[in-house]
């Protein structure tokens, strides 16, 4: 492909003159530049393979090349002591939330950039929404692969349970009894599985239903666990999935081995973020037709389904970095325009650009509750924030699926570990 071609694939979708050339970057002057950039991708993901493929572009267009370095997931806790240290690092990338509360010191402000280039009416703007919240105001983040959470079924598996479009639950008990039927109807197959690190999504959602997402926060950091009657209820129905018999026997398994049963054909509905298509389809090679609803409300709670977890990966970009332009301009080009499209289209995720509305089919059921959330909750509505606590919540929530606790037991180990 040519060199001008390449440099309308990049600008297309984006802004007709503010990316490279714009900002002043040719290749003549560009000569022998180069970005270093840490990725949380690992080289063989599909994610890396559009990002590379966006990093030759954007070198045939500038003459900068982009030394990636592919550090996988473990960038979370490498960024910080790597800087710290010295190391030249121009951008990163992680889950954008933690780039802005962990790495945000680290980080340049982006809204002048940002700015020049008409970027922000590009951004979904539940996302600018929260970058802006966690940075005080300032734009230290660039949102990519967005999420939405919910809960996640086949719905090959769901009709060979016996259950139709009118059984999608929109209500606690609705939900309960679609998986009572569904256990009592002779099938054989598992109502709902989940794997141990999203224990806390189950009961995070509860929660949040019944008390919203400040209310969560404040029972976490004030460990008022003992003086919400709500946060024993939740407990009380969270674990009466497993008790009943509605999750699968292995619940919760090991790494991503009970969202696998949905793809194997043993379980039907599994609540995860709108990766888990793309990681089913990695980990067991089926192509399922997916549906899609939100976590149900509950009778009297403060939120419904208008509350989800939303949030997406980001780029960051190091103050101290002698290229910030030019890694602006890079990071553009994979959050926005052809290279956004083609992210999406490959590992099924949301785009991050509002200009592209095409959502991948595996996915497409939950547009139109994503287009409805009006509360935005955080990951595990919370439940990670603390690093001193977080460890601890787990625990006791394993215990809890696993009913080595009874909910007041539960409770009562959350309330005596925080203080």
């Given at each position: 492909?040519?060199?001008k071609?390449?440099?309308s694939?990049?600008?297309?979708?984006?802004?007709?003159?503010?990316?490279?050339?714009?900002?002043?970057?040719?290749?003549?002057?560009?000569d022998?530049?180069?970005?270093?950039?840490w990725?949380?991708?690992?080289?063989?993901?599909?994610?890396?393979?559009?990002?590379?493929?966006?990093?030759?572009?954007?070198?045939?267009?500038?003459?900068?090349?982009?030394?990636?370095?592919?550090?996988?997931?473990?960038?979370?806790?490498?960024?910080?002591?790597a800087?710290?240290?010295?190391?030249?690092?121009?951008?990163?990338?992680?889950?954008?939330?933690?780039?802005?509360?962990?790495?945000?010191?680290?980080?340049?402000?982006?809204?002048?950039?940002?700015?020049?280039?008409?970027y922000?009416?590009?951004?979904?703007?539940?996302?600018?929404?929260?970058?802006?919240?966690?940075?005080?105001?300032k734009?230290?983040?660039?949102?990519?692969?967005?999420?939405?959470?919910?809960?996640?079924?086949?719905k090959?598996?769901w009709?060979?349970?016996?259950?139709t479009?009118?059984?999608?639950?929109?209500?606690?008990?609705?939900?309960?009894?679609?998986?009572?039927?569904?256990?009592?109807?002779?099938?054989?197959?598992?109502?709902?599985?989940?794997?141990?690190?999203?224990?806390?999504?189950?009961y995070?959602?509860?929660?949040?239903?019944?008390?919203?997402?400040?209310?969560?926060?404040?029972?976490?950091?004030?460990?008022?666990?003992?003086?919400?009657?709500?946060?024993?209820?939740?407990a009380?129905?969270?674990?009466?999935?497993?008790?009943?018999?509605y999750?699968?026997?292995y619940?919760?398994?090991?790494?991503?081995?009970?969202?696998?049963?949905?793809?194997?054909?043993?379980?039907?509905?599994?609540?995860?973020a709108?990766?888990?298509?793309?990681?089913?389809?990695?980990?067991?090679?089926?192509?399922?037709?997916?549906?899609?609803?939100?976590?149900?409300?509950?009778?009297?709670g403060?939120?419904?389904?208008?509350?989800?977890?939303?949030?997406?990966?980001?780029?960051g970009?190091?103050?101290?970095?002698?290229m910030?332009?030019?890694?602006?301009?890079?990071?553009?080009?994979?959050?926005?325009?052809?290279?956004?499209l083609?992210?999406?289209?490959?590992?099924?995720?949301?785009?991050?650009?509002?200009?592209?509305?095409?959502?991948?089919?595996?996915?497409?059921?939950?547009?139109?509750?994503?287009?409805?959330?009006?509360?935005?909750?955080?990951?595990?509505?919370?439940?990670?924030?603390?690093?001193?606590?977080?460890?601890?919540?787990?625990?006791?929530?394993?215990n809890?699926?696993?009913?080595k606790?009874?909910?007041?037991?539960?409770?009562?180990?959350?309330?005596?570990?925080?203080?």
């Open positions: 492909m040519k060199k071609q390449i440099m694939v990049l600008l297309c979708g984006v802004m007709a003159v503010t990316t490279f050339a714009a900002t002043g970057v040719s290749a003549q002057a560009a022998k530049k180069e970005l270093t950039y990725s949380m991708w690992n080289s063989t993901e599909n994610q890396a393979k559009v990002i590379q493929e966006a990093a030759d572009a954007y070198e045939e267009a500038t003459g900068i090349h982009v030394n990636i370095e592919w550090k996988g997931r473990d960038v979370k806790t490498m960024i910080g002591a800087l710290d240290a010295g190391e030249a690092i121009d951008l990163f990338d992680d889950d954008f939330q933690r780039v802005v509360e962990q790495d945000g010191k680290y980080l340049v402000d982006l809204t002048e950039m940002a700015a020049a280039a008409d922000e009416k590009h951004i979904m703007p539940v996302l600018l929404d929260q970058a802006k919240k966690w940075g005080d105001d734009l230290l983040v660039m949102p990519y692969q967005p999420y939405t959470t919910g809960v996640w079924y086949n090959d598996l009709e060979e349970a016996g259950l479009d009118e059984d999608v639950p929109e209500t606690w008990d609705e939900l309960v009894a679609a998986c009572k039927k569904i256990k009592e109807g002779g099938s054989g197959l598992n109502p709902m599985t989940c794997d141990s690190d999203f224990v806390n999504l189950l995070g959602f509860q929660l949040a239903r019944y008390v919203g997402q400040d209310k969560v926060m404040d029972i976490i950091n004030n460990c008022e666990w003992a003086d919400v009657p709500e946060a024993k209820k939740a009380e129905e969270i674990q009466s999935l497993f008790s009943e018999g999750m699968s026997e619940a919760p398994a090991n790494g991503t081995d009970g969202q696998s049963e949905i793809g194997y054909g043993e379980s039907i509905m599994v609540l995860q709108s990766w888990v298509p793309n990681e089913i389809i990695q980990t067991t090679g089926t192509e399922v037709n997916w549906g899609f609803f939100p976590w149900p409300a509950v009778e009297g403060t939120d419904g389904i208008e509350g989800s977890m939303v949030g997406s990966q980001g780029f970009i190091v103050a101290k970095s002698e910030q332009q030019e890694a602006f301009d890079f990071a553009l080009s994979v959050c926005t325009g052809e290279y956004d083609k992210m999406a289209e490959s590992v099924n995720s949301i785009p991050a650009d509002t200009d592209n509305t095409q959502w991948p089919a595996a996915i497409l059921g939950a547009e139109p509750f994503f287009k409805n959330v009006t509360k935005s909750y955080m990951w595990a509505v919370g439940f990670q924030t603390n690093a001193d606590y977080k460890e601890i919540i787990q625990e006791h929530l394993i809890l699926a696993t009913q606790e009874t909910p007041d037991e539960f409770i009562e180990a959350l309330a005596a570990a925080k203080k």
